[in-house]
């Protein structure tokens, strides 16, 4: 499936603002992600499986925190980074 | 050659032979919180930061060209899955004992101890303090931290057994291992803790820097939240070393560095811990103290310092010494000033200006 790349992410991703990965879930969507990108998910997801506080998941425009959302090939995945302060 | 570390990014800064001339390089890492960058003075190529950014989770990045390039780490510190625990950023880093080519420690927040064995790329966690079943009453747990958030930091390696080291943690105190990091045991007695209910427990102190003198590795120096000790081994309680500071300036400060040679010579960076703590130079009078007699008398070592309104503050990290003769001292301050003197503290010159927040400086 599509996953959008936010620009702090893409020193992975050669600077591709969107890759191709797979996985039944968005949990095994950022394993295959970090098996294409090797580094990626430790950024995003911490050691106990959840999303770091800054990152947000949107599936097809929905924001979803859970990582066992299923996911289907159609879909795209938005990897969202929120920034705020000086 | 200095290394420093700031809330947006790495730079350097070089000078000729006579250490009149700096000429500062970089940003790496633009926007990245560098927490630390150290050299590896074993090999004098490896360097390793710790580096996050204000949404990315923490990991390290190594240099095998003396800071050209640059890989990131394939393994960073985490602790380990199941424990609840997350790292939120490696705050310290240590290269290992001489006869440990590759080794590294690693001290993180909150309180972690990890070690790698393949200089950076992978970092196991540390079970013998990780999982210790004291550690929580040693430390507090993770969300009973300071705003910027608890620290494992001061990781030192007696020079003459790899397996003899010491930890500081704030909070937590000071701790040591005398067989590898299996087994700790807190090493606080004599220290302050005012701030606790009772002042005189065995562990929860915050020592904010703890240094090992290289030649007498018997000697440690700490600047604590409550005040500046000397402790020499096998002695098990620490002296006061800052009841001599002068009463207006007192002896509240992160920072604390060690001649390299001299192990009675040390300076610190006194700041305001007065009322709530504004940790800035008391006064608005920036200035160093030094002492050449193990603290037994300090002198103030301004000239060439803003002598009015310079408010000061220097993170613990953020004070080194080289090795030259005499030494060079170095502080960075939080408004991102890097500050030098090549007459160990006599005289200091400006030597770089408009960096972001200096969290480290580190002379290699």
Redesign the interface.
């Known amino acids: 499936m599509r996953v959008l790349i936010p620009n702090?992410?893409r020193s992975y991703t050669d600077d591709a603002a969107a890759v191709s990965a797979s996985g039944a879930t968005l949990d095994e969507l950022t394993v295959d992600l970090d098996r294409r990108f090797?580094?990626m998910r430790?950024?995003?997801?911490?050691?106990?499986?959840?999303v770091?506080p800054?990152?947000k998941f949107f599936v097809n425009g929905m924001q979803r925190r859970d990582l066992s959302v299923p996911l289907h090939d159609a879909d795209e995945v938005m990897i969202v980074?929120?920034?705020?302060?000086g | 050659m200095l290394l420093v570390a700031t809330r947006k990014g790495l730079w350097q800064l070089k000078s000729d032979a006579t250490r009149r001339s700096w000429r500062i390089t970089g940003p790496q890492f633009l926007g990245h919180v560098i927490h630390h960058c150290v050299a590896d003075a074993r090999d004098g190529k490896t360097m390793l930061a710790a580096a996050r950014t204000g949404h990315l989770g923490p990991t390290i990045f190594r240099s095998s060209d003396r800071g050209r390039s640059w890989h990131e780490a394939k393994q960073p510190p985490a602790f380990r899955e199941g424990s609840g625990r997350v790292v939120d950023h490696t705050f310290w880093l240590t290269p290992g004992h001489a006869s440990e080519p590759g080794v590294w420690y690693a001290g993180t927040s909150p309180q972690g101890l990890f070690r790698s064995e393949d200089g950076g790329a992978s970092w196991r966690g540390v079970d013998g303090f990780n999982e210790h079943p004291s550690r929580k009453a040693w430390c507090g747990g993770d969300q009973d931290g300071t705003p910027d958030g608890a620290k494992m930091h001061s990781v030192l390696i007696d020079p003459r057994e790899p397996t003899h080291m010491y930890i500081g943690m704030s909070g937590g105190g000071v701790f040591e291992t005398a067989d590898g990091a299996a087994t700790w045991r807190p090493l606080n007695r004599g220290v302050r803790a005012d701030f606790l209910p009772d002042p005189d427990p065995e562990y929860g102190h915050d020592p904010h820097c703890v240094r090992l003198h290289p030649v007498l590795p018997d000697r440690l120096y700490q600047q604590n939240h409550c005040g500046i000790y000397r402790l020499d081994r096998p002695a098990e309680r620490w002296q006061d070393i800052g009841a001599t500071m002068p009463k207006s300036v007192g002896s509240i400060g992160f920072p604390m560095v060690l001649h390299p040679r001299d192990p009675d010579t040390l300076w610190v960076f006194p700041m305001d811990g007065s009322k709530v703590w504004p940790r800035v130079s008391p006064g608005g009078k920036a200035a160093v103290y030094r002492s050449v007699n193990g603290g037994k008398t300090w002198q103030r070592q301004a000239r060439g310092l803003p002598a009015a309104q310079a408010w000061l503050t220097v993170k613990r990290q953020a004070m080194s010494a080289d090795a030259g003769e005499p030494v060079g001292v170095y502080f960075g301050t939080t408004s991102g000033e890097i500050w030098g003197s090549r007459d160990e503290g006599r005289t200091w010159k400006c030597l770089a200006a408009h960096l972001p927040e200096i969290y480290a400086v580190e002379a290699a």
Request: proline share 10%.
């Open positions: 702090p992410l090797p580094g430790f950024r995003v997801i911490d050691e106990q499986g959840q770091r800054h990152i980074c929120a920034l705020s302060g």
